[in-house]
């Protein structure tokens, strides 16, 4: 006769204990409890600029769609290496986001001492928002439009100057794209921010720059900057007399900035599907249009997969730039 060890009572109720505990997350997420506390969304930029302005408005309506708070959370530096890895870290429960940039998926191109692999530890919910560059000079520069900036450039090689408000971002490396396709020199005088740089460009010291539009449309508009063209594939809503700078004669050119929520890798997938479910329906609200087209941006829906897509196309194009002109940040 075969005796088989049955558990004690105890251990048969601690053993059942452990496996519904391990149910409930997904029992909960499937009768639709998440979002069942505040959630975190996390830039990697201070206060007062493009991305966080584009988490909060978007925030604030995933807020009243998915019925709990959505707190911003600013952690600063490093090109938003410290965000990033930040929520890389945390739980994967669809508590802690990411507002990614651009620079998230280049960072691996410029730091040599990375703790995260974006493409592996994070994972995309959906893309929120773009916002094309504008091409802006000073009024006294003789460029009126981007022909013109080509012909100055390739009369005076190298002596014509450029600012960047921020190195290796997407407002320096448009100028470096666009050198090699125009097939023009001209020089990079960097700064420590925007505010800086577009004082300087004001002033004269540099002569043009790929600027945002949320802060140099303000001073387009007073007279004090020369829009020359935008760097959407089509022209922006915000700005629609401005020809881009691909129908300025440089065909296929673009380049923006973008904006996209991301979790931590395990993320449950109907989490992500909650998720970007709920950024859909933001998106798709008039007013969270108009007030993007505020900051200088309009609105980006799409699915994970969308996102996906566009992070290994942005991470390939711009490496590549990265690559040639040999910028790095350690």
């Not at 002033?203 to 760097?231: C, E, I, N, Y």
Request: proline share 8%.
């Amino acid at each position: 006769m075969t005796f088989r060890h049955r558990p004690s009572s105890p251990r048969r109720a601690l053993l059942l204990a452990a496996g519904l505990a391990l149910a409930a997350p997904l029992h909960a997420i499937a009768q639709g409890a998440y979002p069942s506390k505040p959630i975190h969304l996390v830039v990697g930029f201070p206060p007062g600029g493009p991305a966080d302005l584009a988490a909060r408005i978007v925030g604030e309506k995933l807020a009243q769609d998915l019925r709990q708070p959505v707190l911003v959370e600013n952690r600063p530096g490093a090109s938003q290496n410290i965000a990033a890895d930040y929520v890389a870290k945390s739980t994967a429960d669809g508590y802690t986001l990411l507002m990614g940039s651009t620079a998230v998926v280049v960072n691996h191109f410029l730091y040599k001492d990375m703790r995260f692999d974006v493409f592996n530890d994070l994972v995309p919910v959906g893309t929120a928002a773009r916002t094309p560059l504008m091409v802006v000079a000073n009024p006294r520069f003789a460029a009126k439009n981007m022909k013109e900036l080509v012909a100055a450039a390739k009369a005076a090689p190298g002596k014509i100057n450029y600012g960047s408000g921020v190195r290796a971002s997407t407002t320096h490396l448009a100028v470096e794209a666009f050198k090699a396709q125009a097939g023009i020199e001209v020089s990079n005088i960097p700064y420590q921010g925007a505010g800086p740089m577009l004082t300087d460009l004001m002033g004269g010291q540099v002569s043009f720059a790929f600027d945002t539009m949320v802060t140099s449309m303000p001073l387009v508009k007073a007279g004090r900057l020369h829009a020359l063209a935008v760097t959407s594939a089509t022209r922006s809503p915000i700005a629609p007399e401005l020809p881009t700078v691909a129908e300025s004669g440089y065909p296929g050119f673009e380049a923006i900035g973008w904006f996209g929520i991301l979790a931590p890798k395990g993320t449950p997938q109907p989490v992500v599907q909650r998720l970007n479910a709920s950024l859909q329906k933001v998106l798709a609200a008039p007013d969270v249009a108009q007030r993007l087209a505020g900051a200088g941006g309009d609105v980006l829906p799409g699915t994970p997969e969308d996102f996906a897509r566009l992070m290994r196309s942005e991470s390939e194009k711009w490496g590549g730039v990265i690559k040639r002109v040999g910028i790095t940040l350690d």
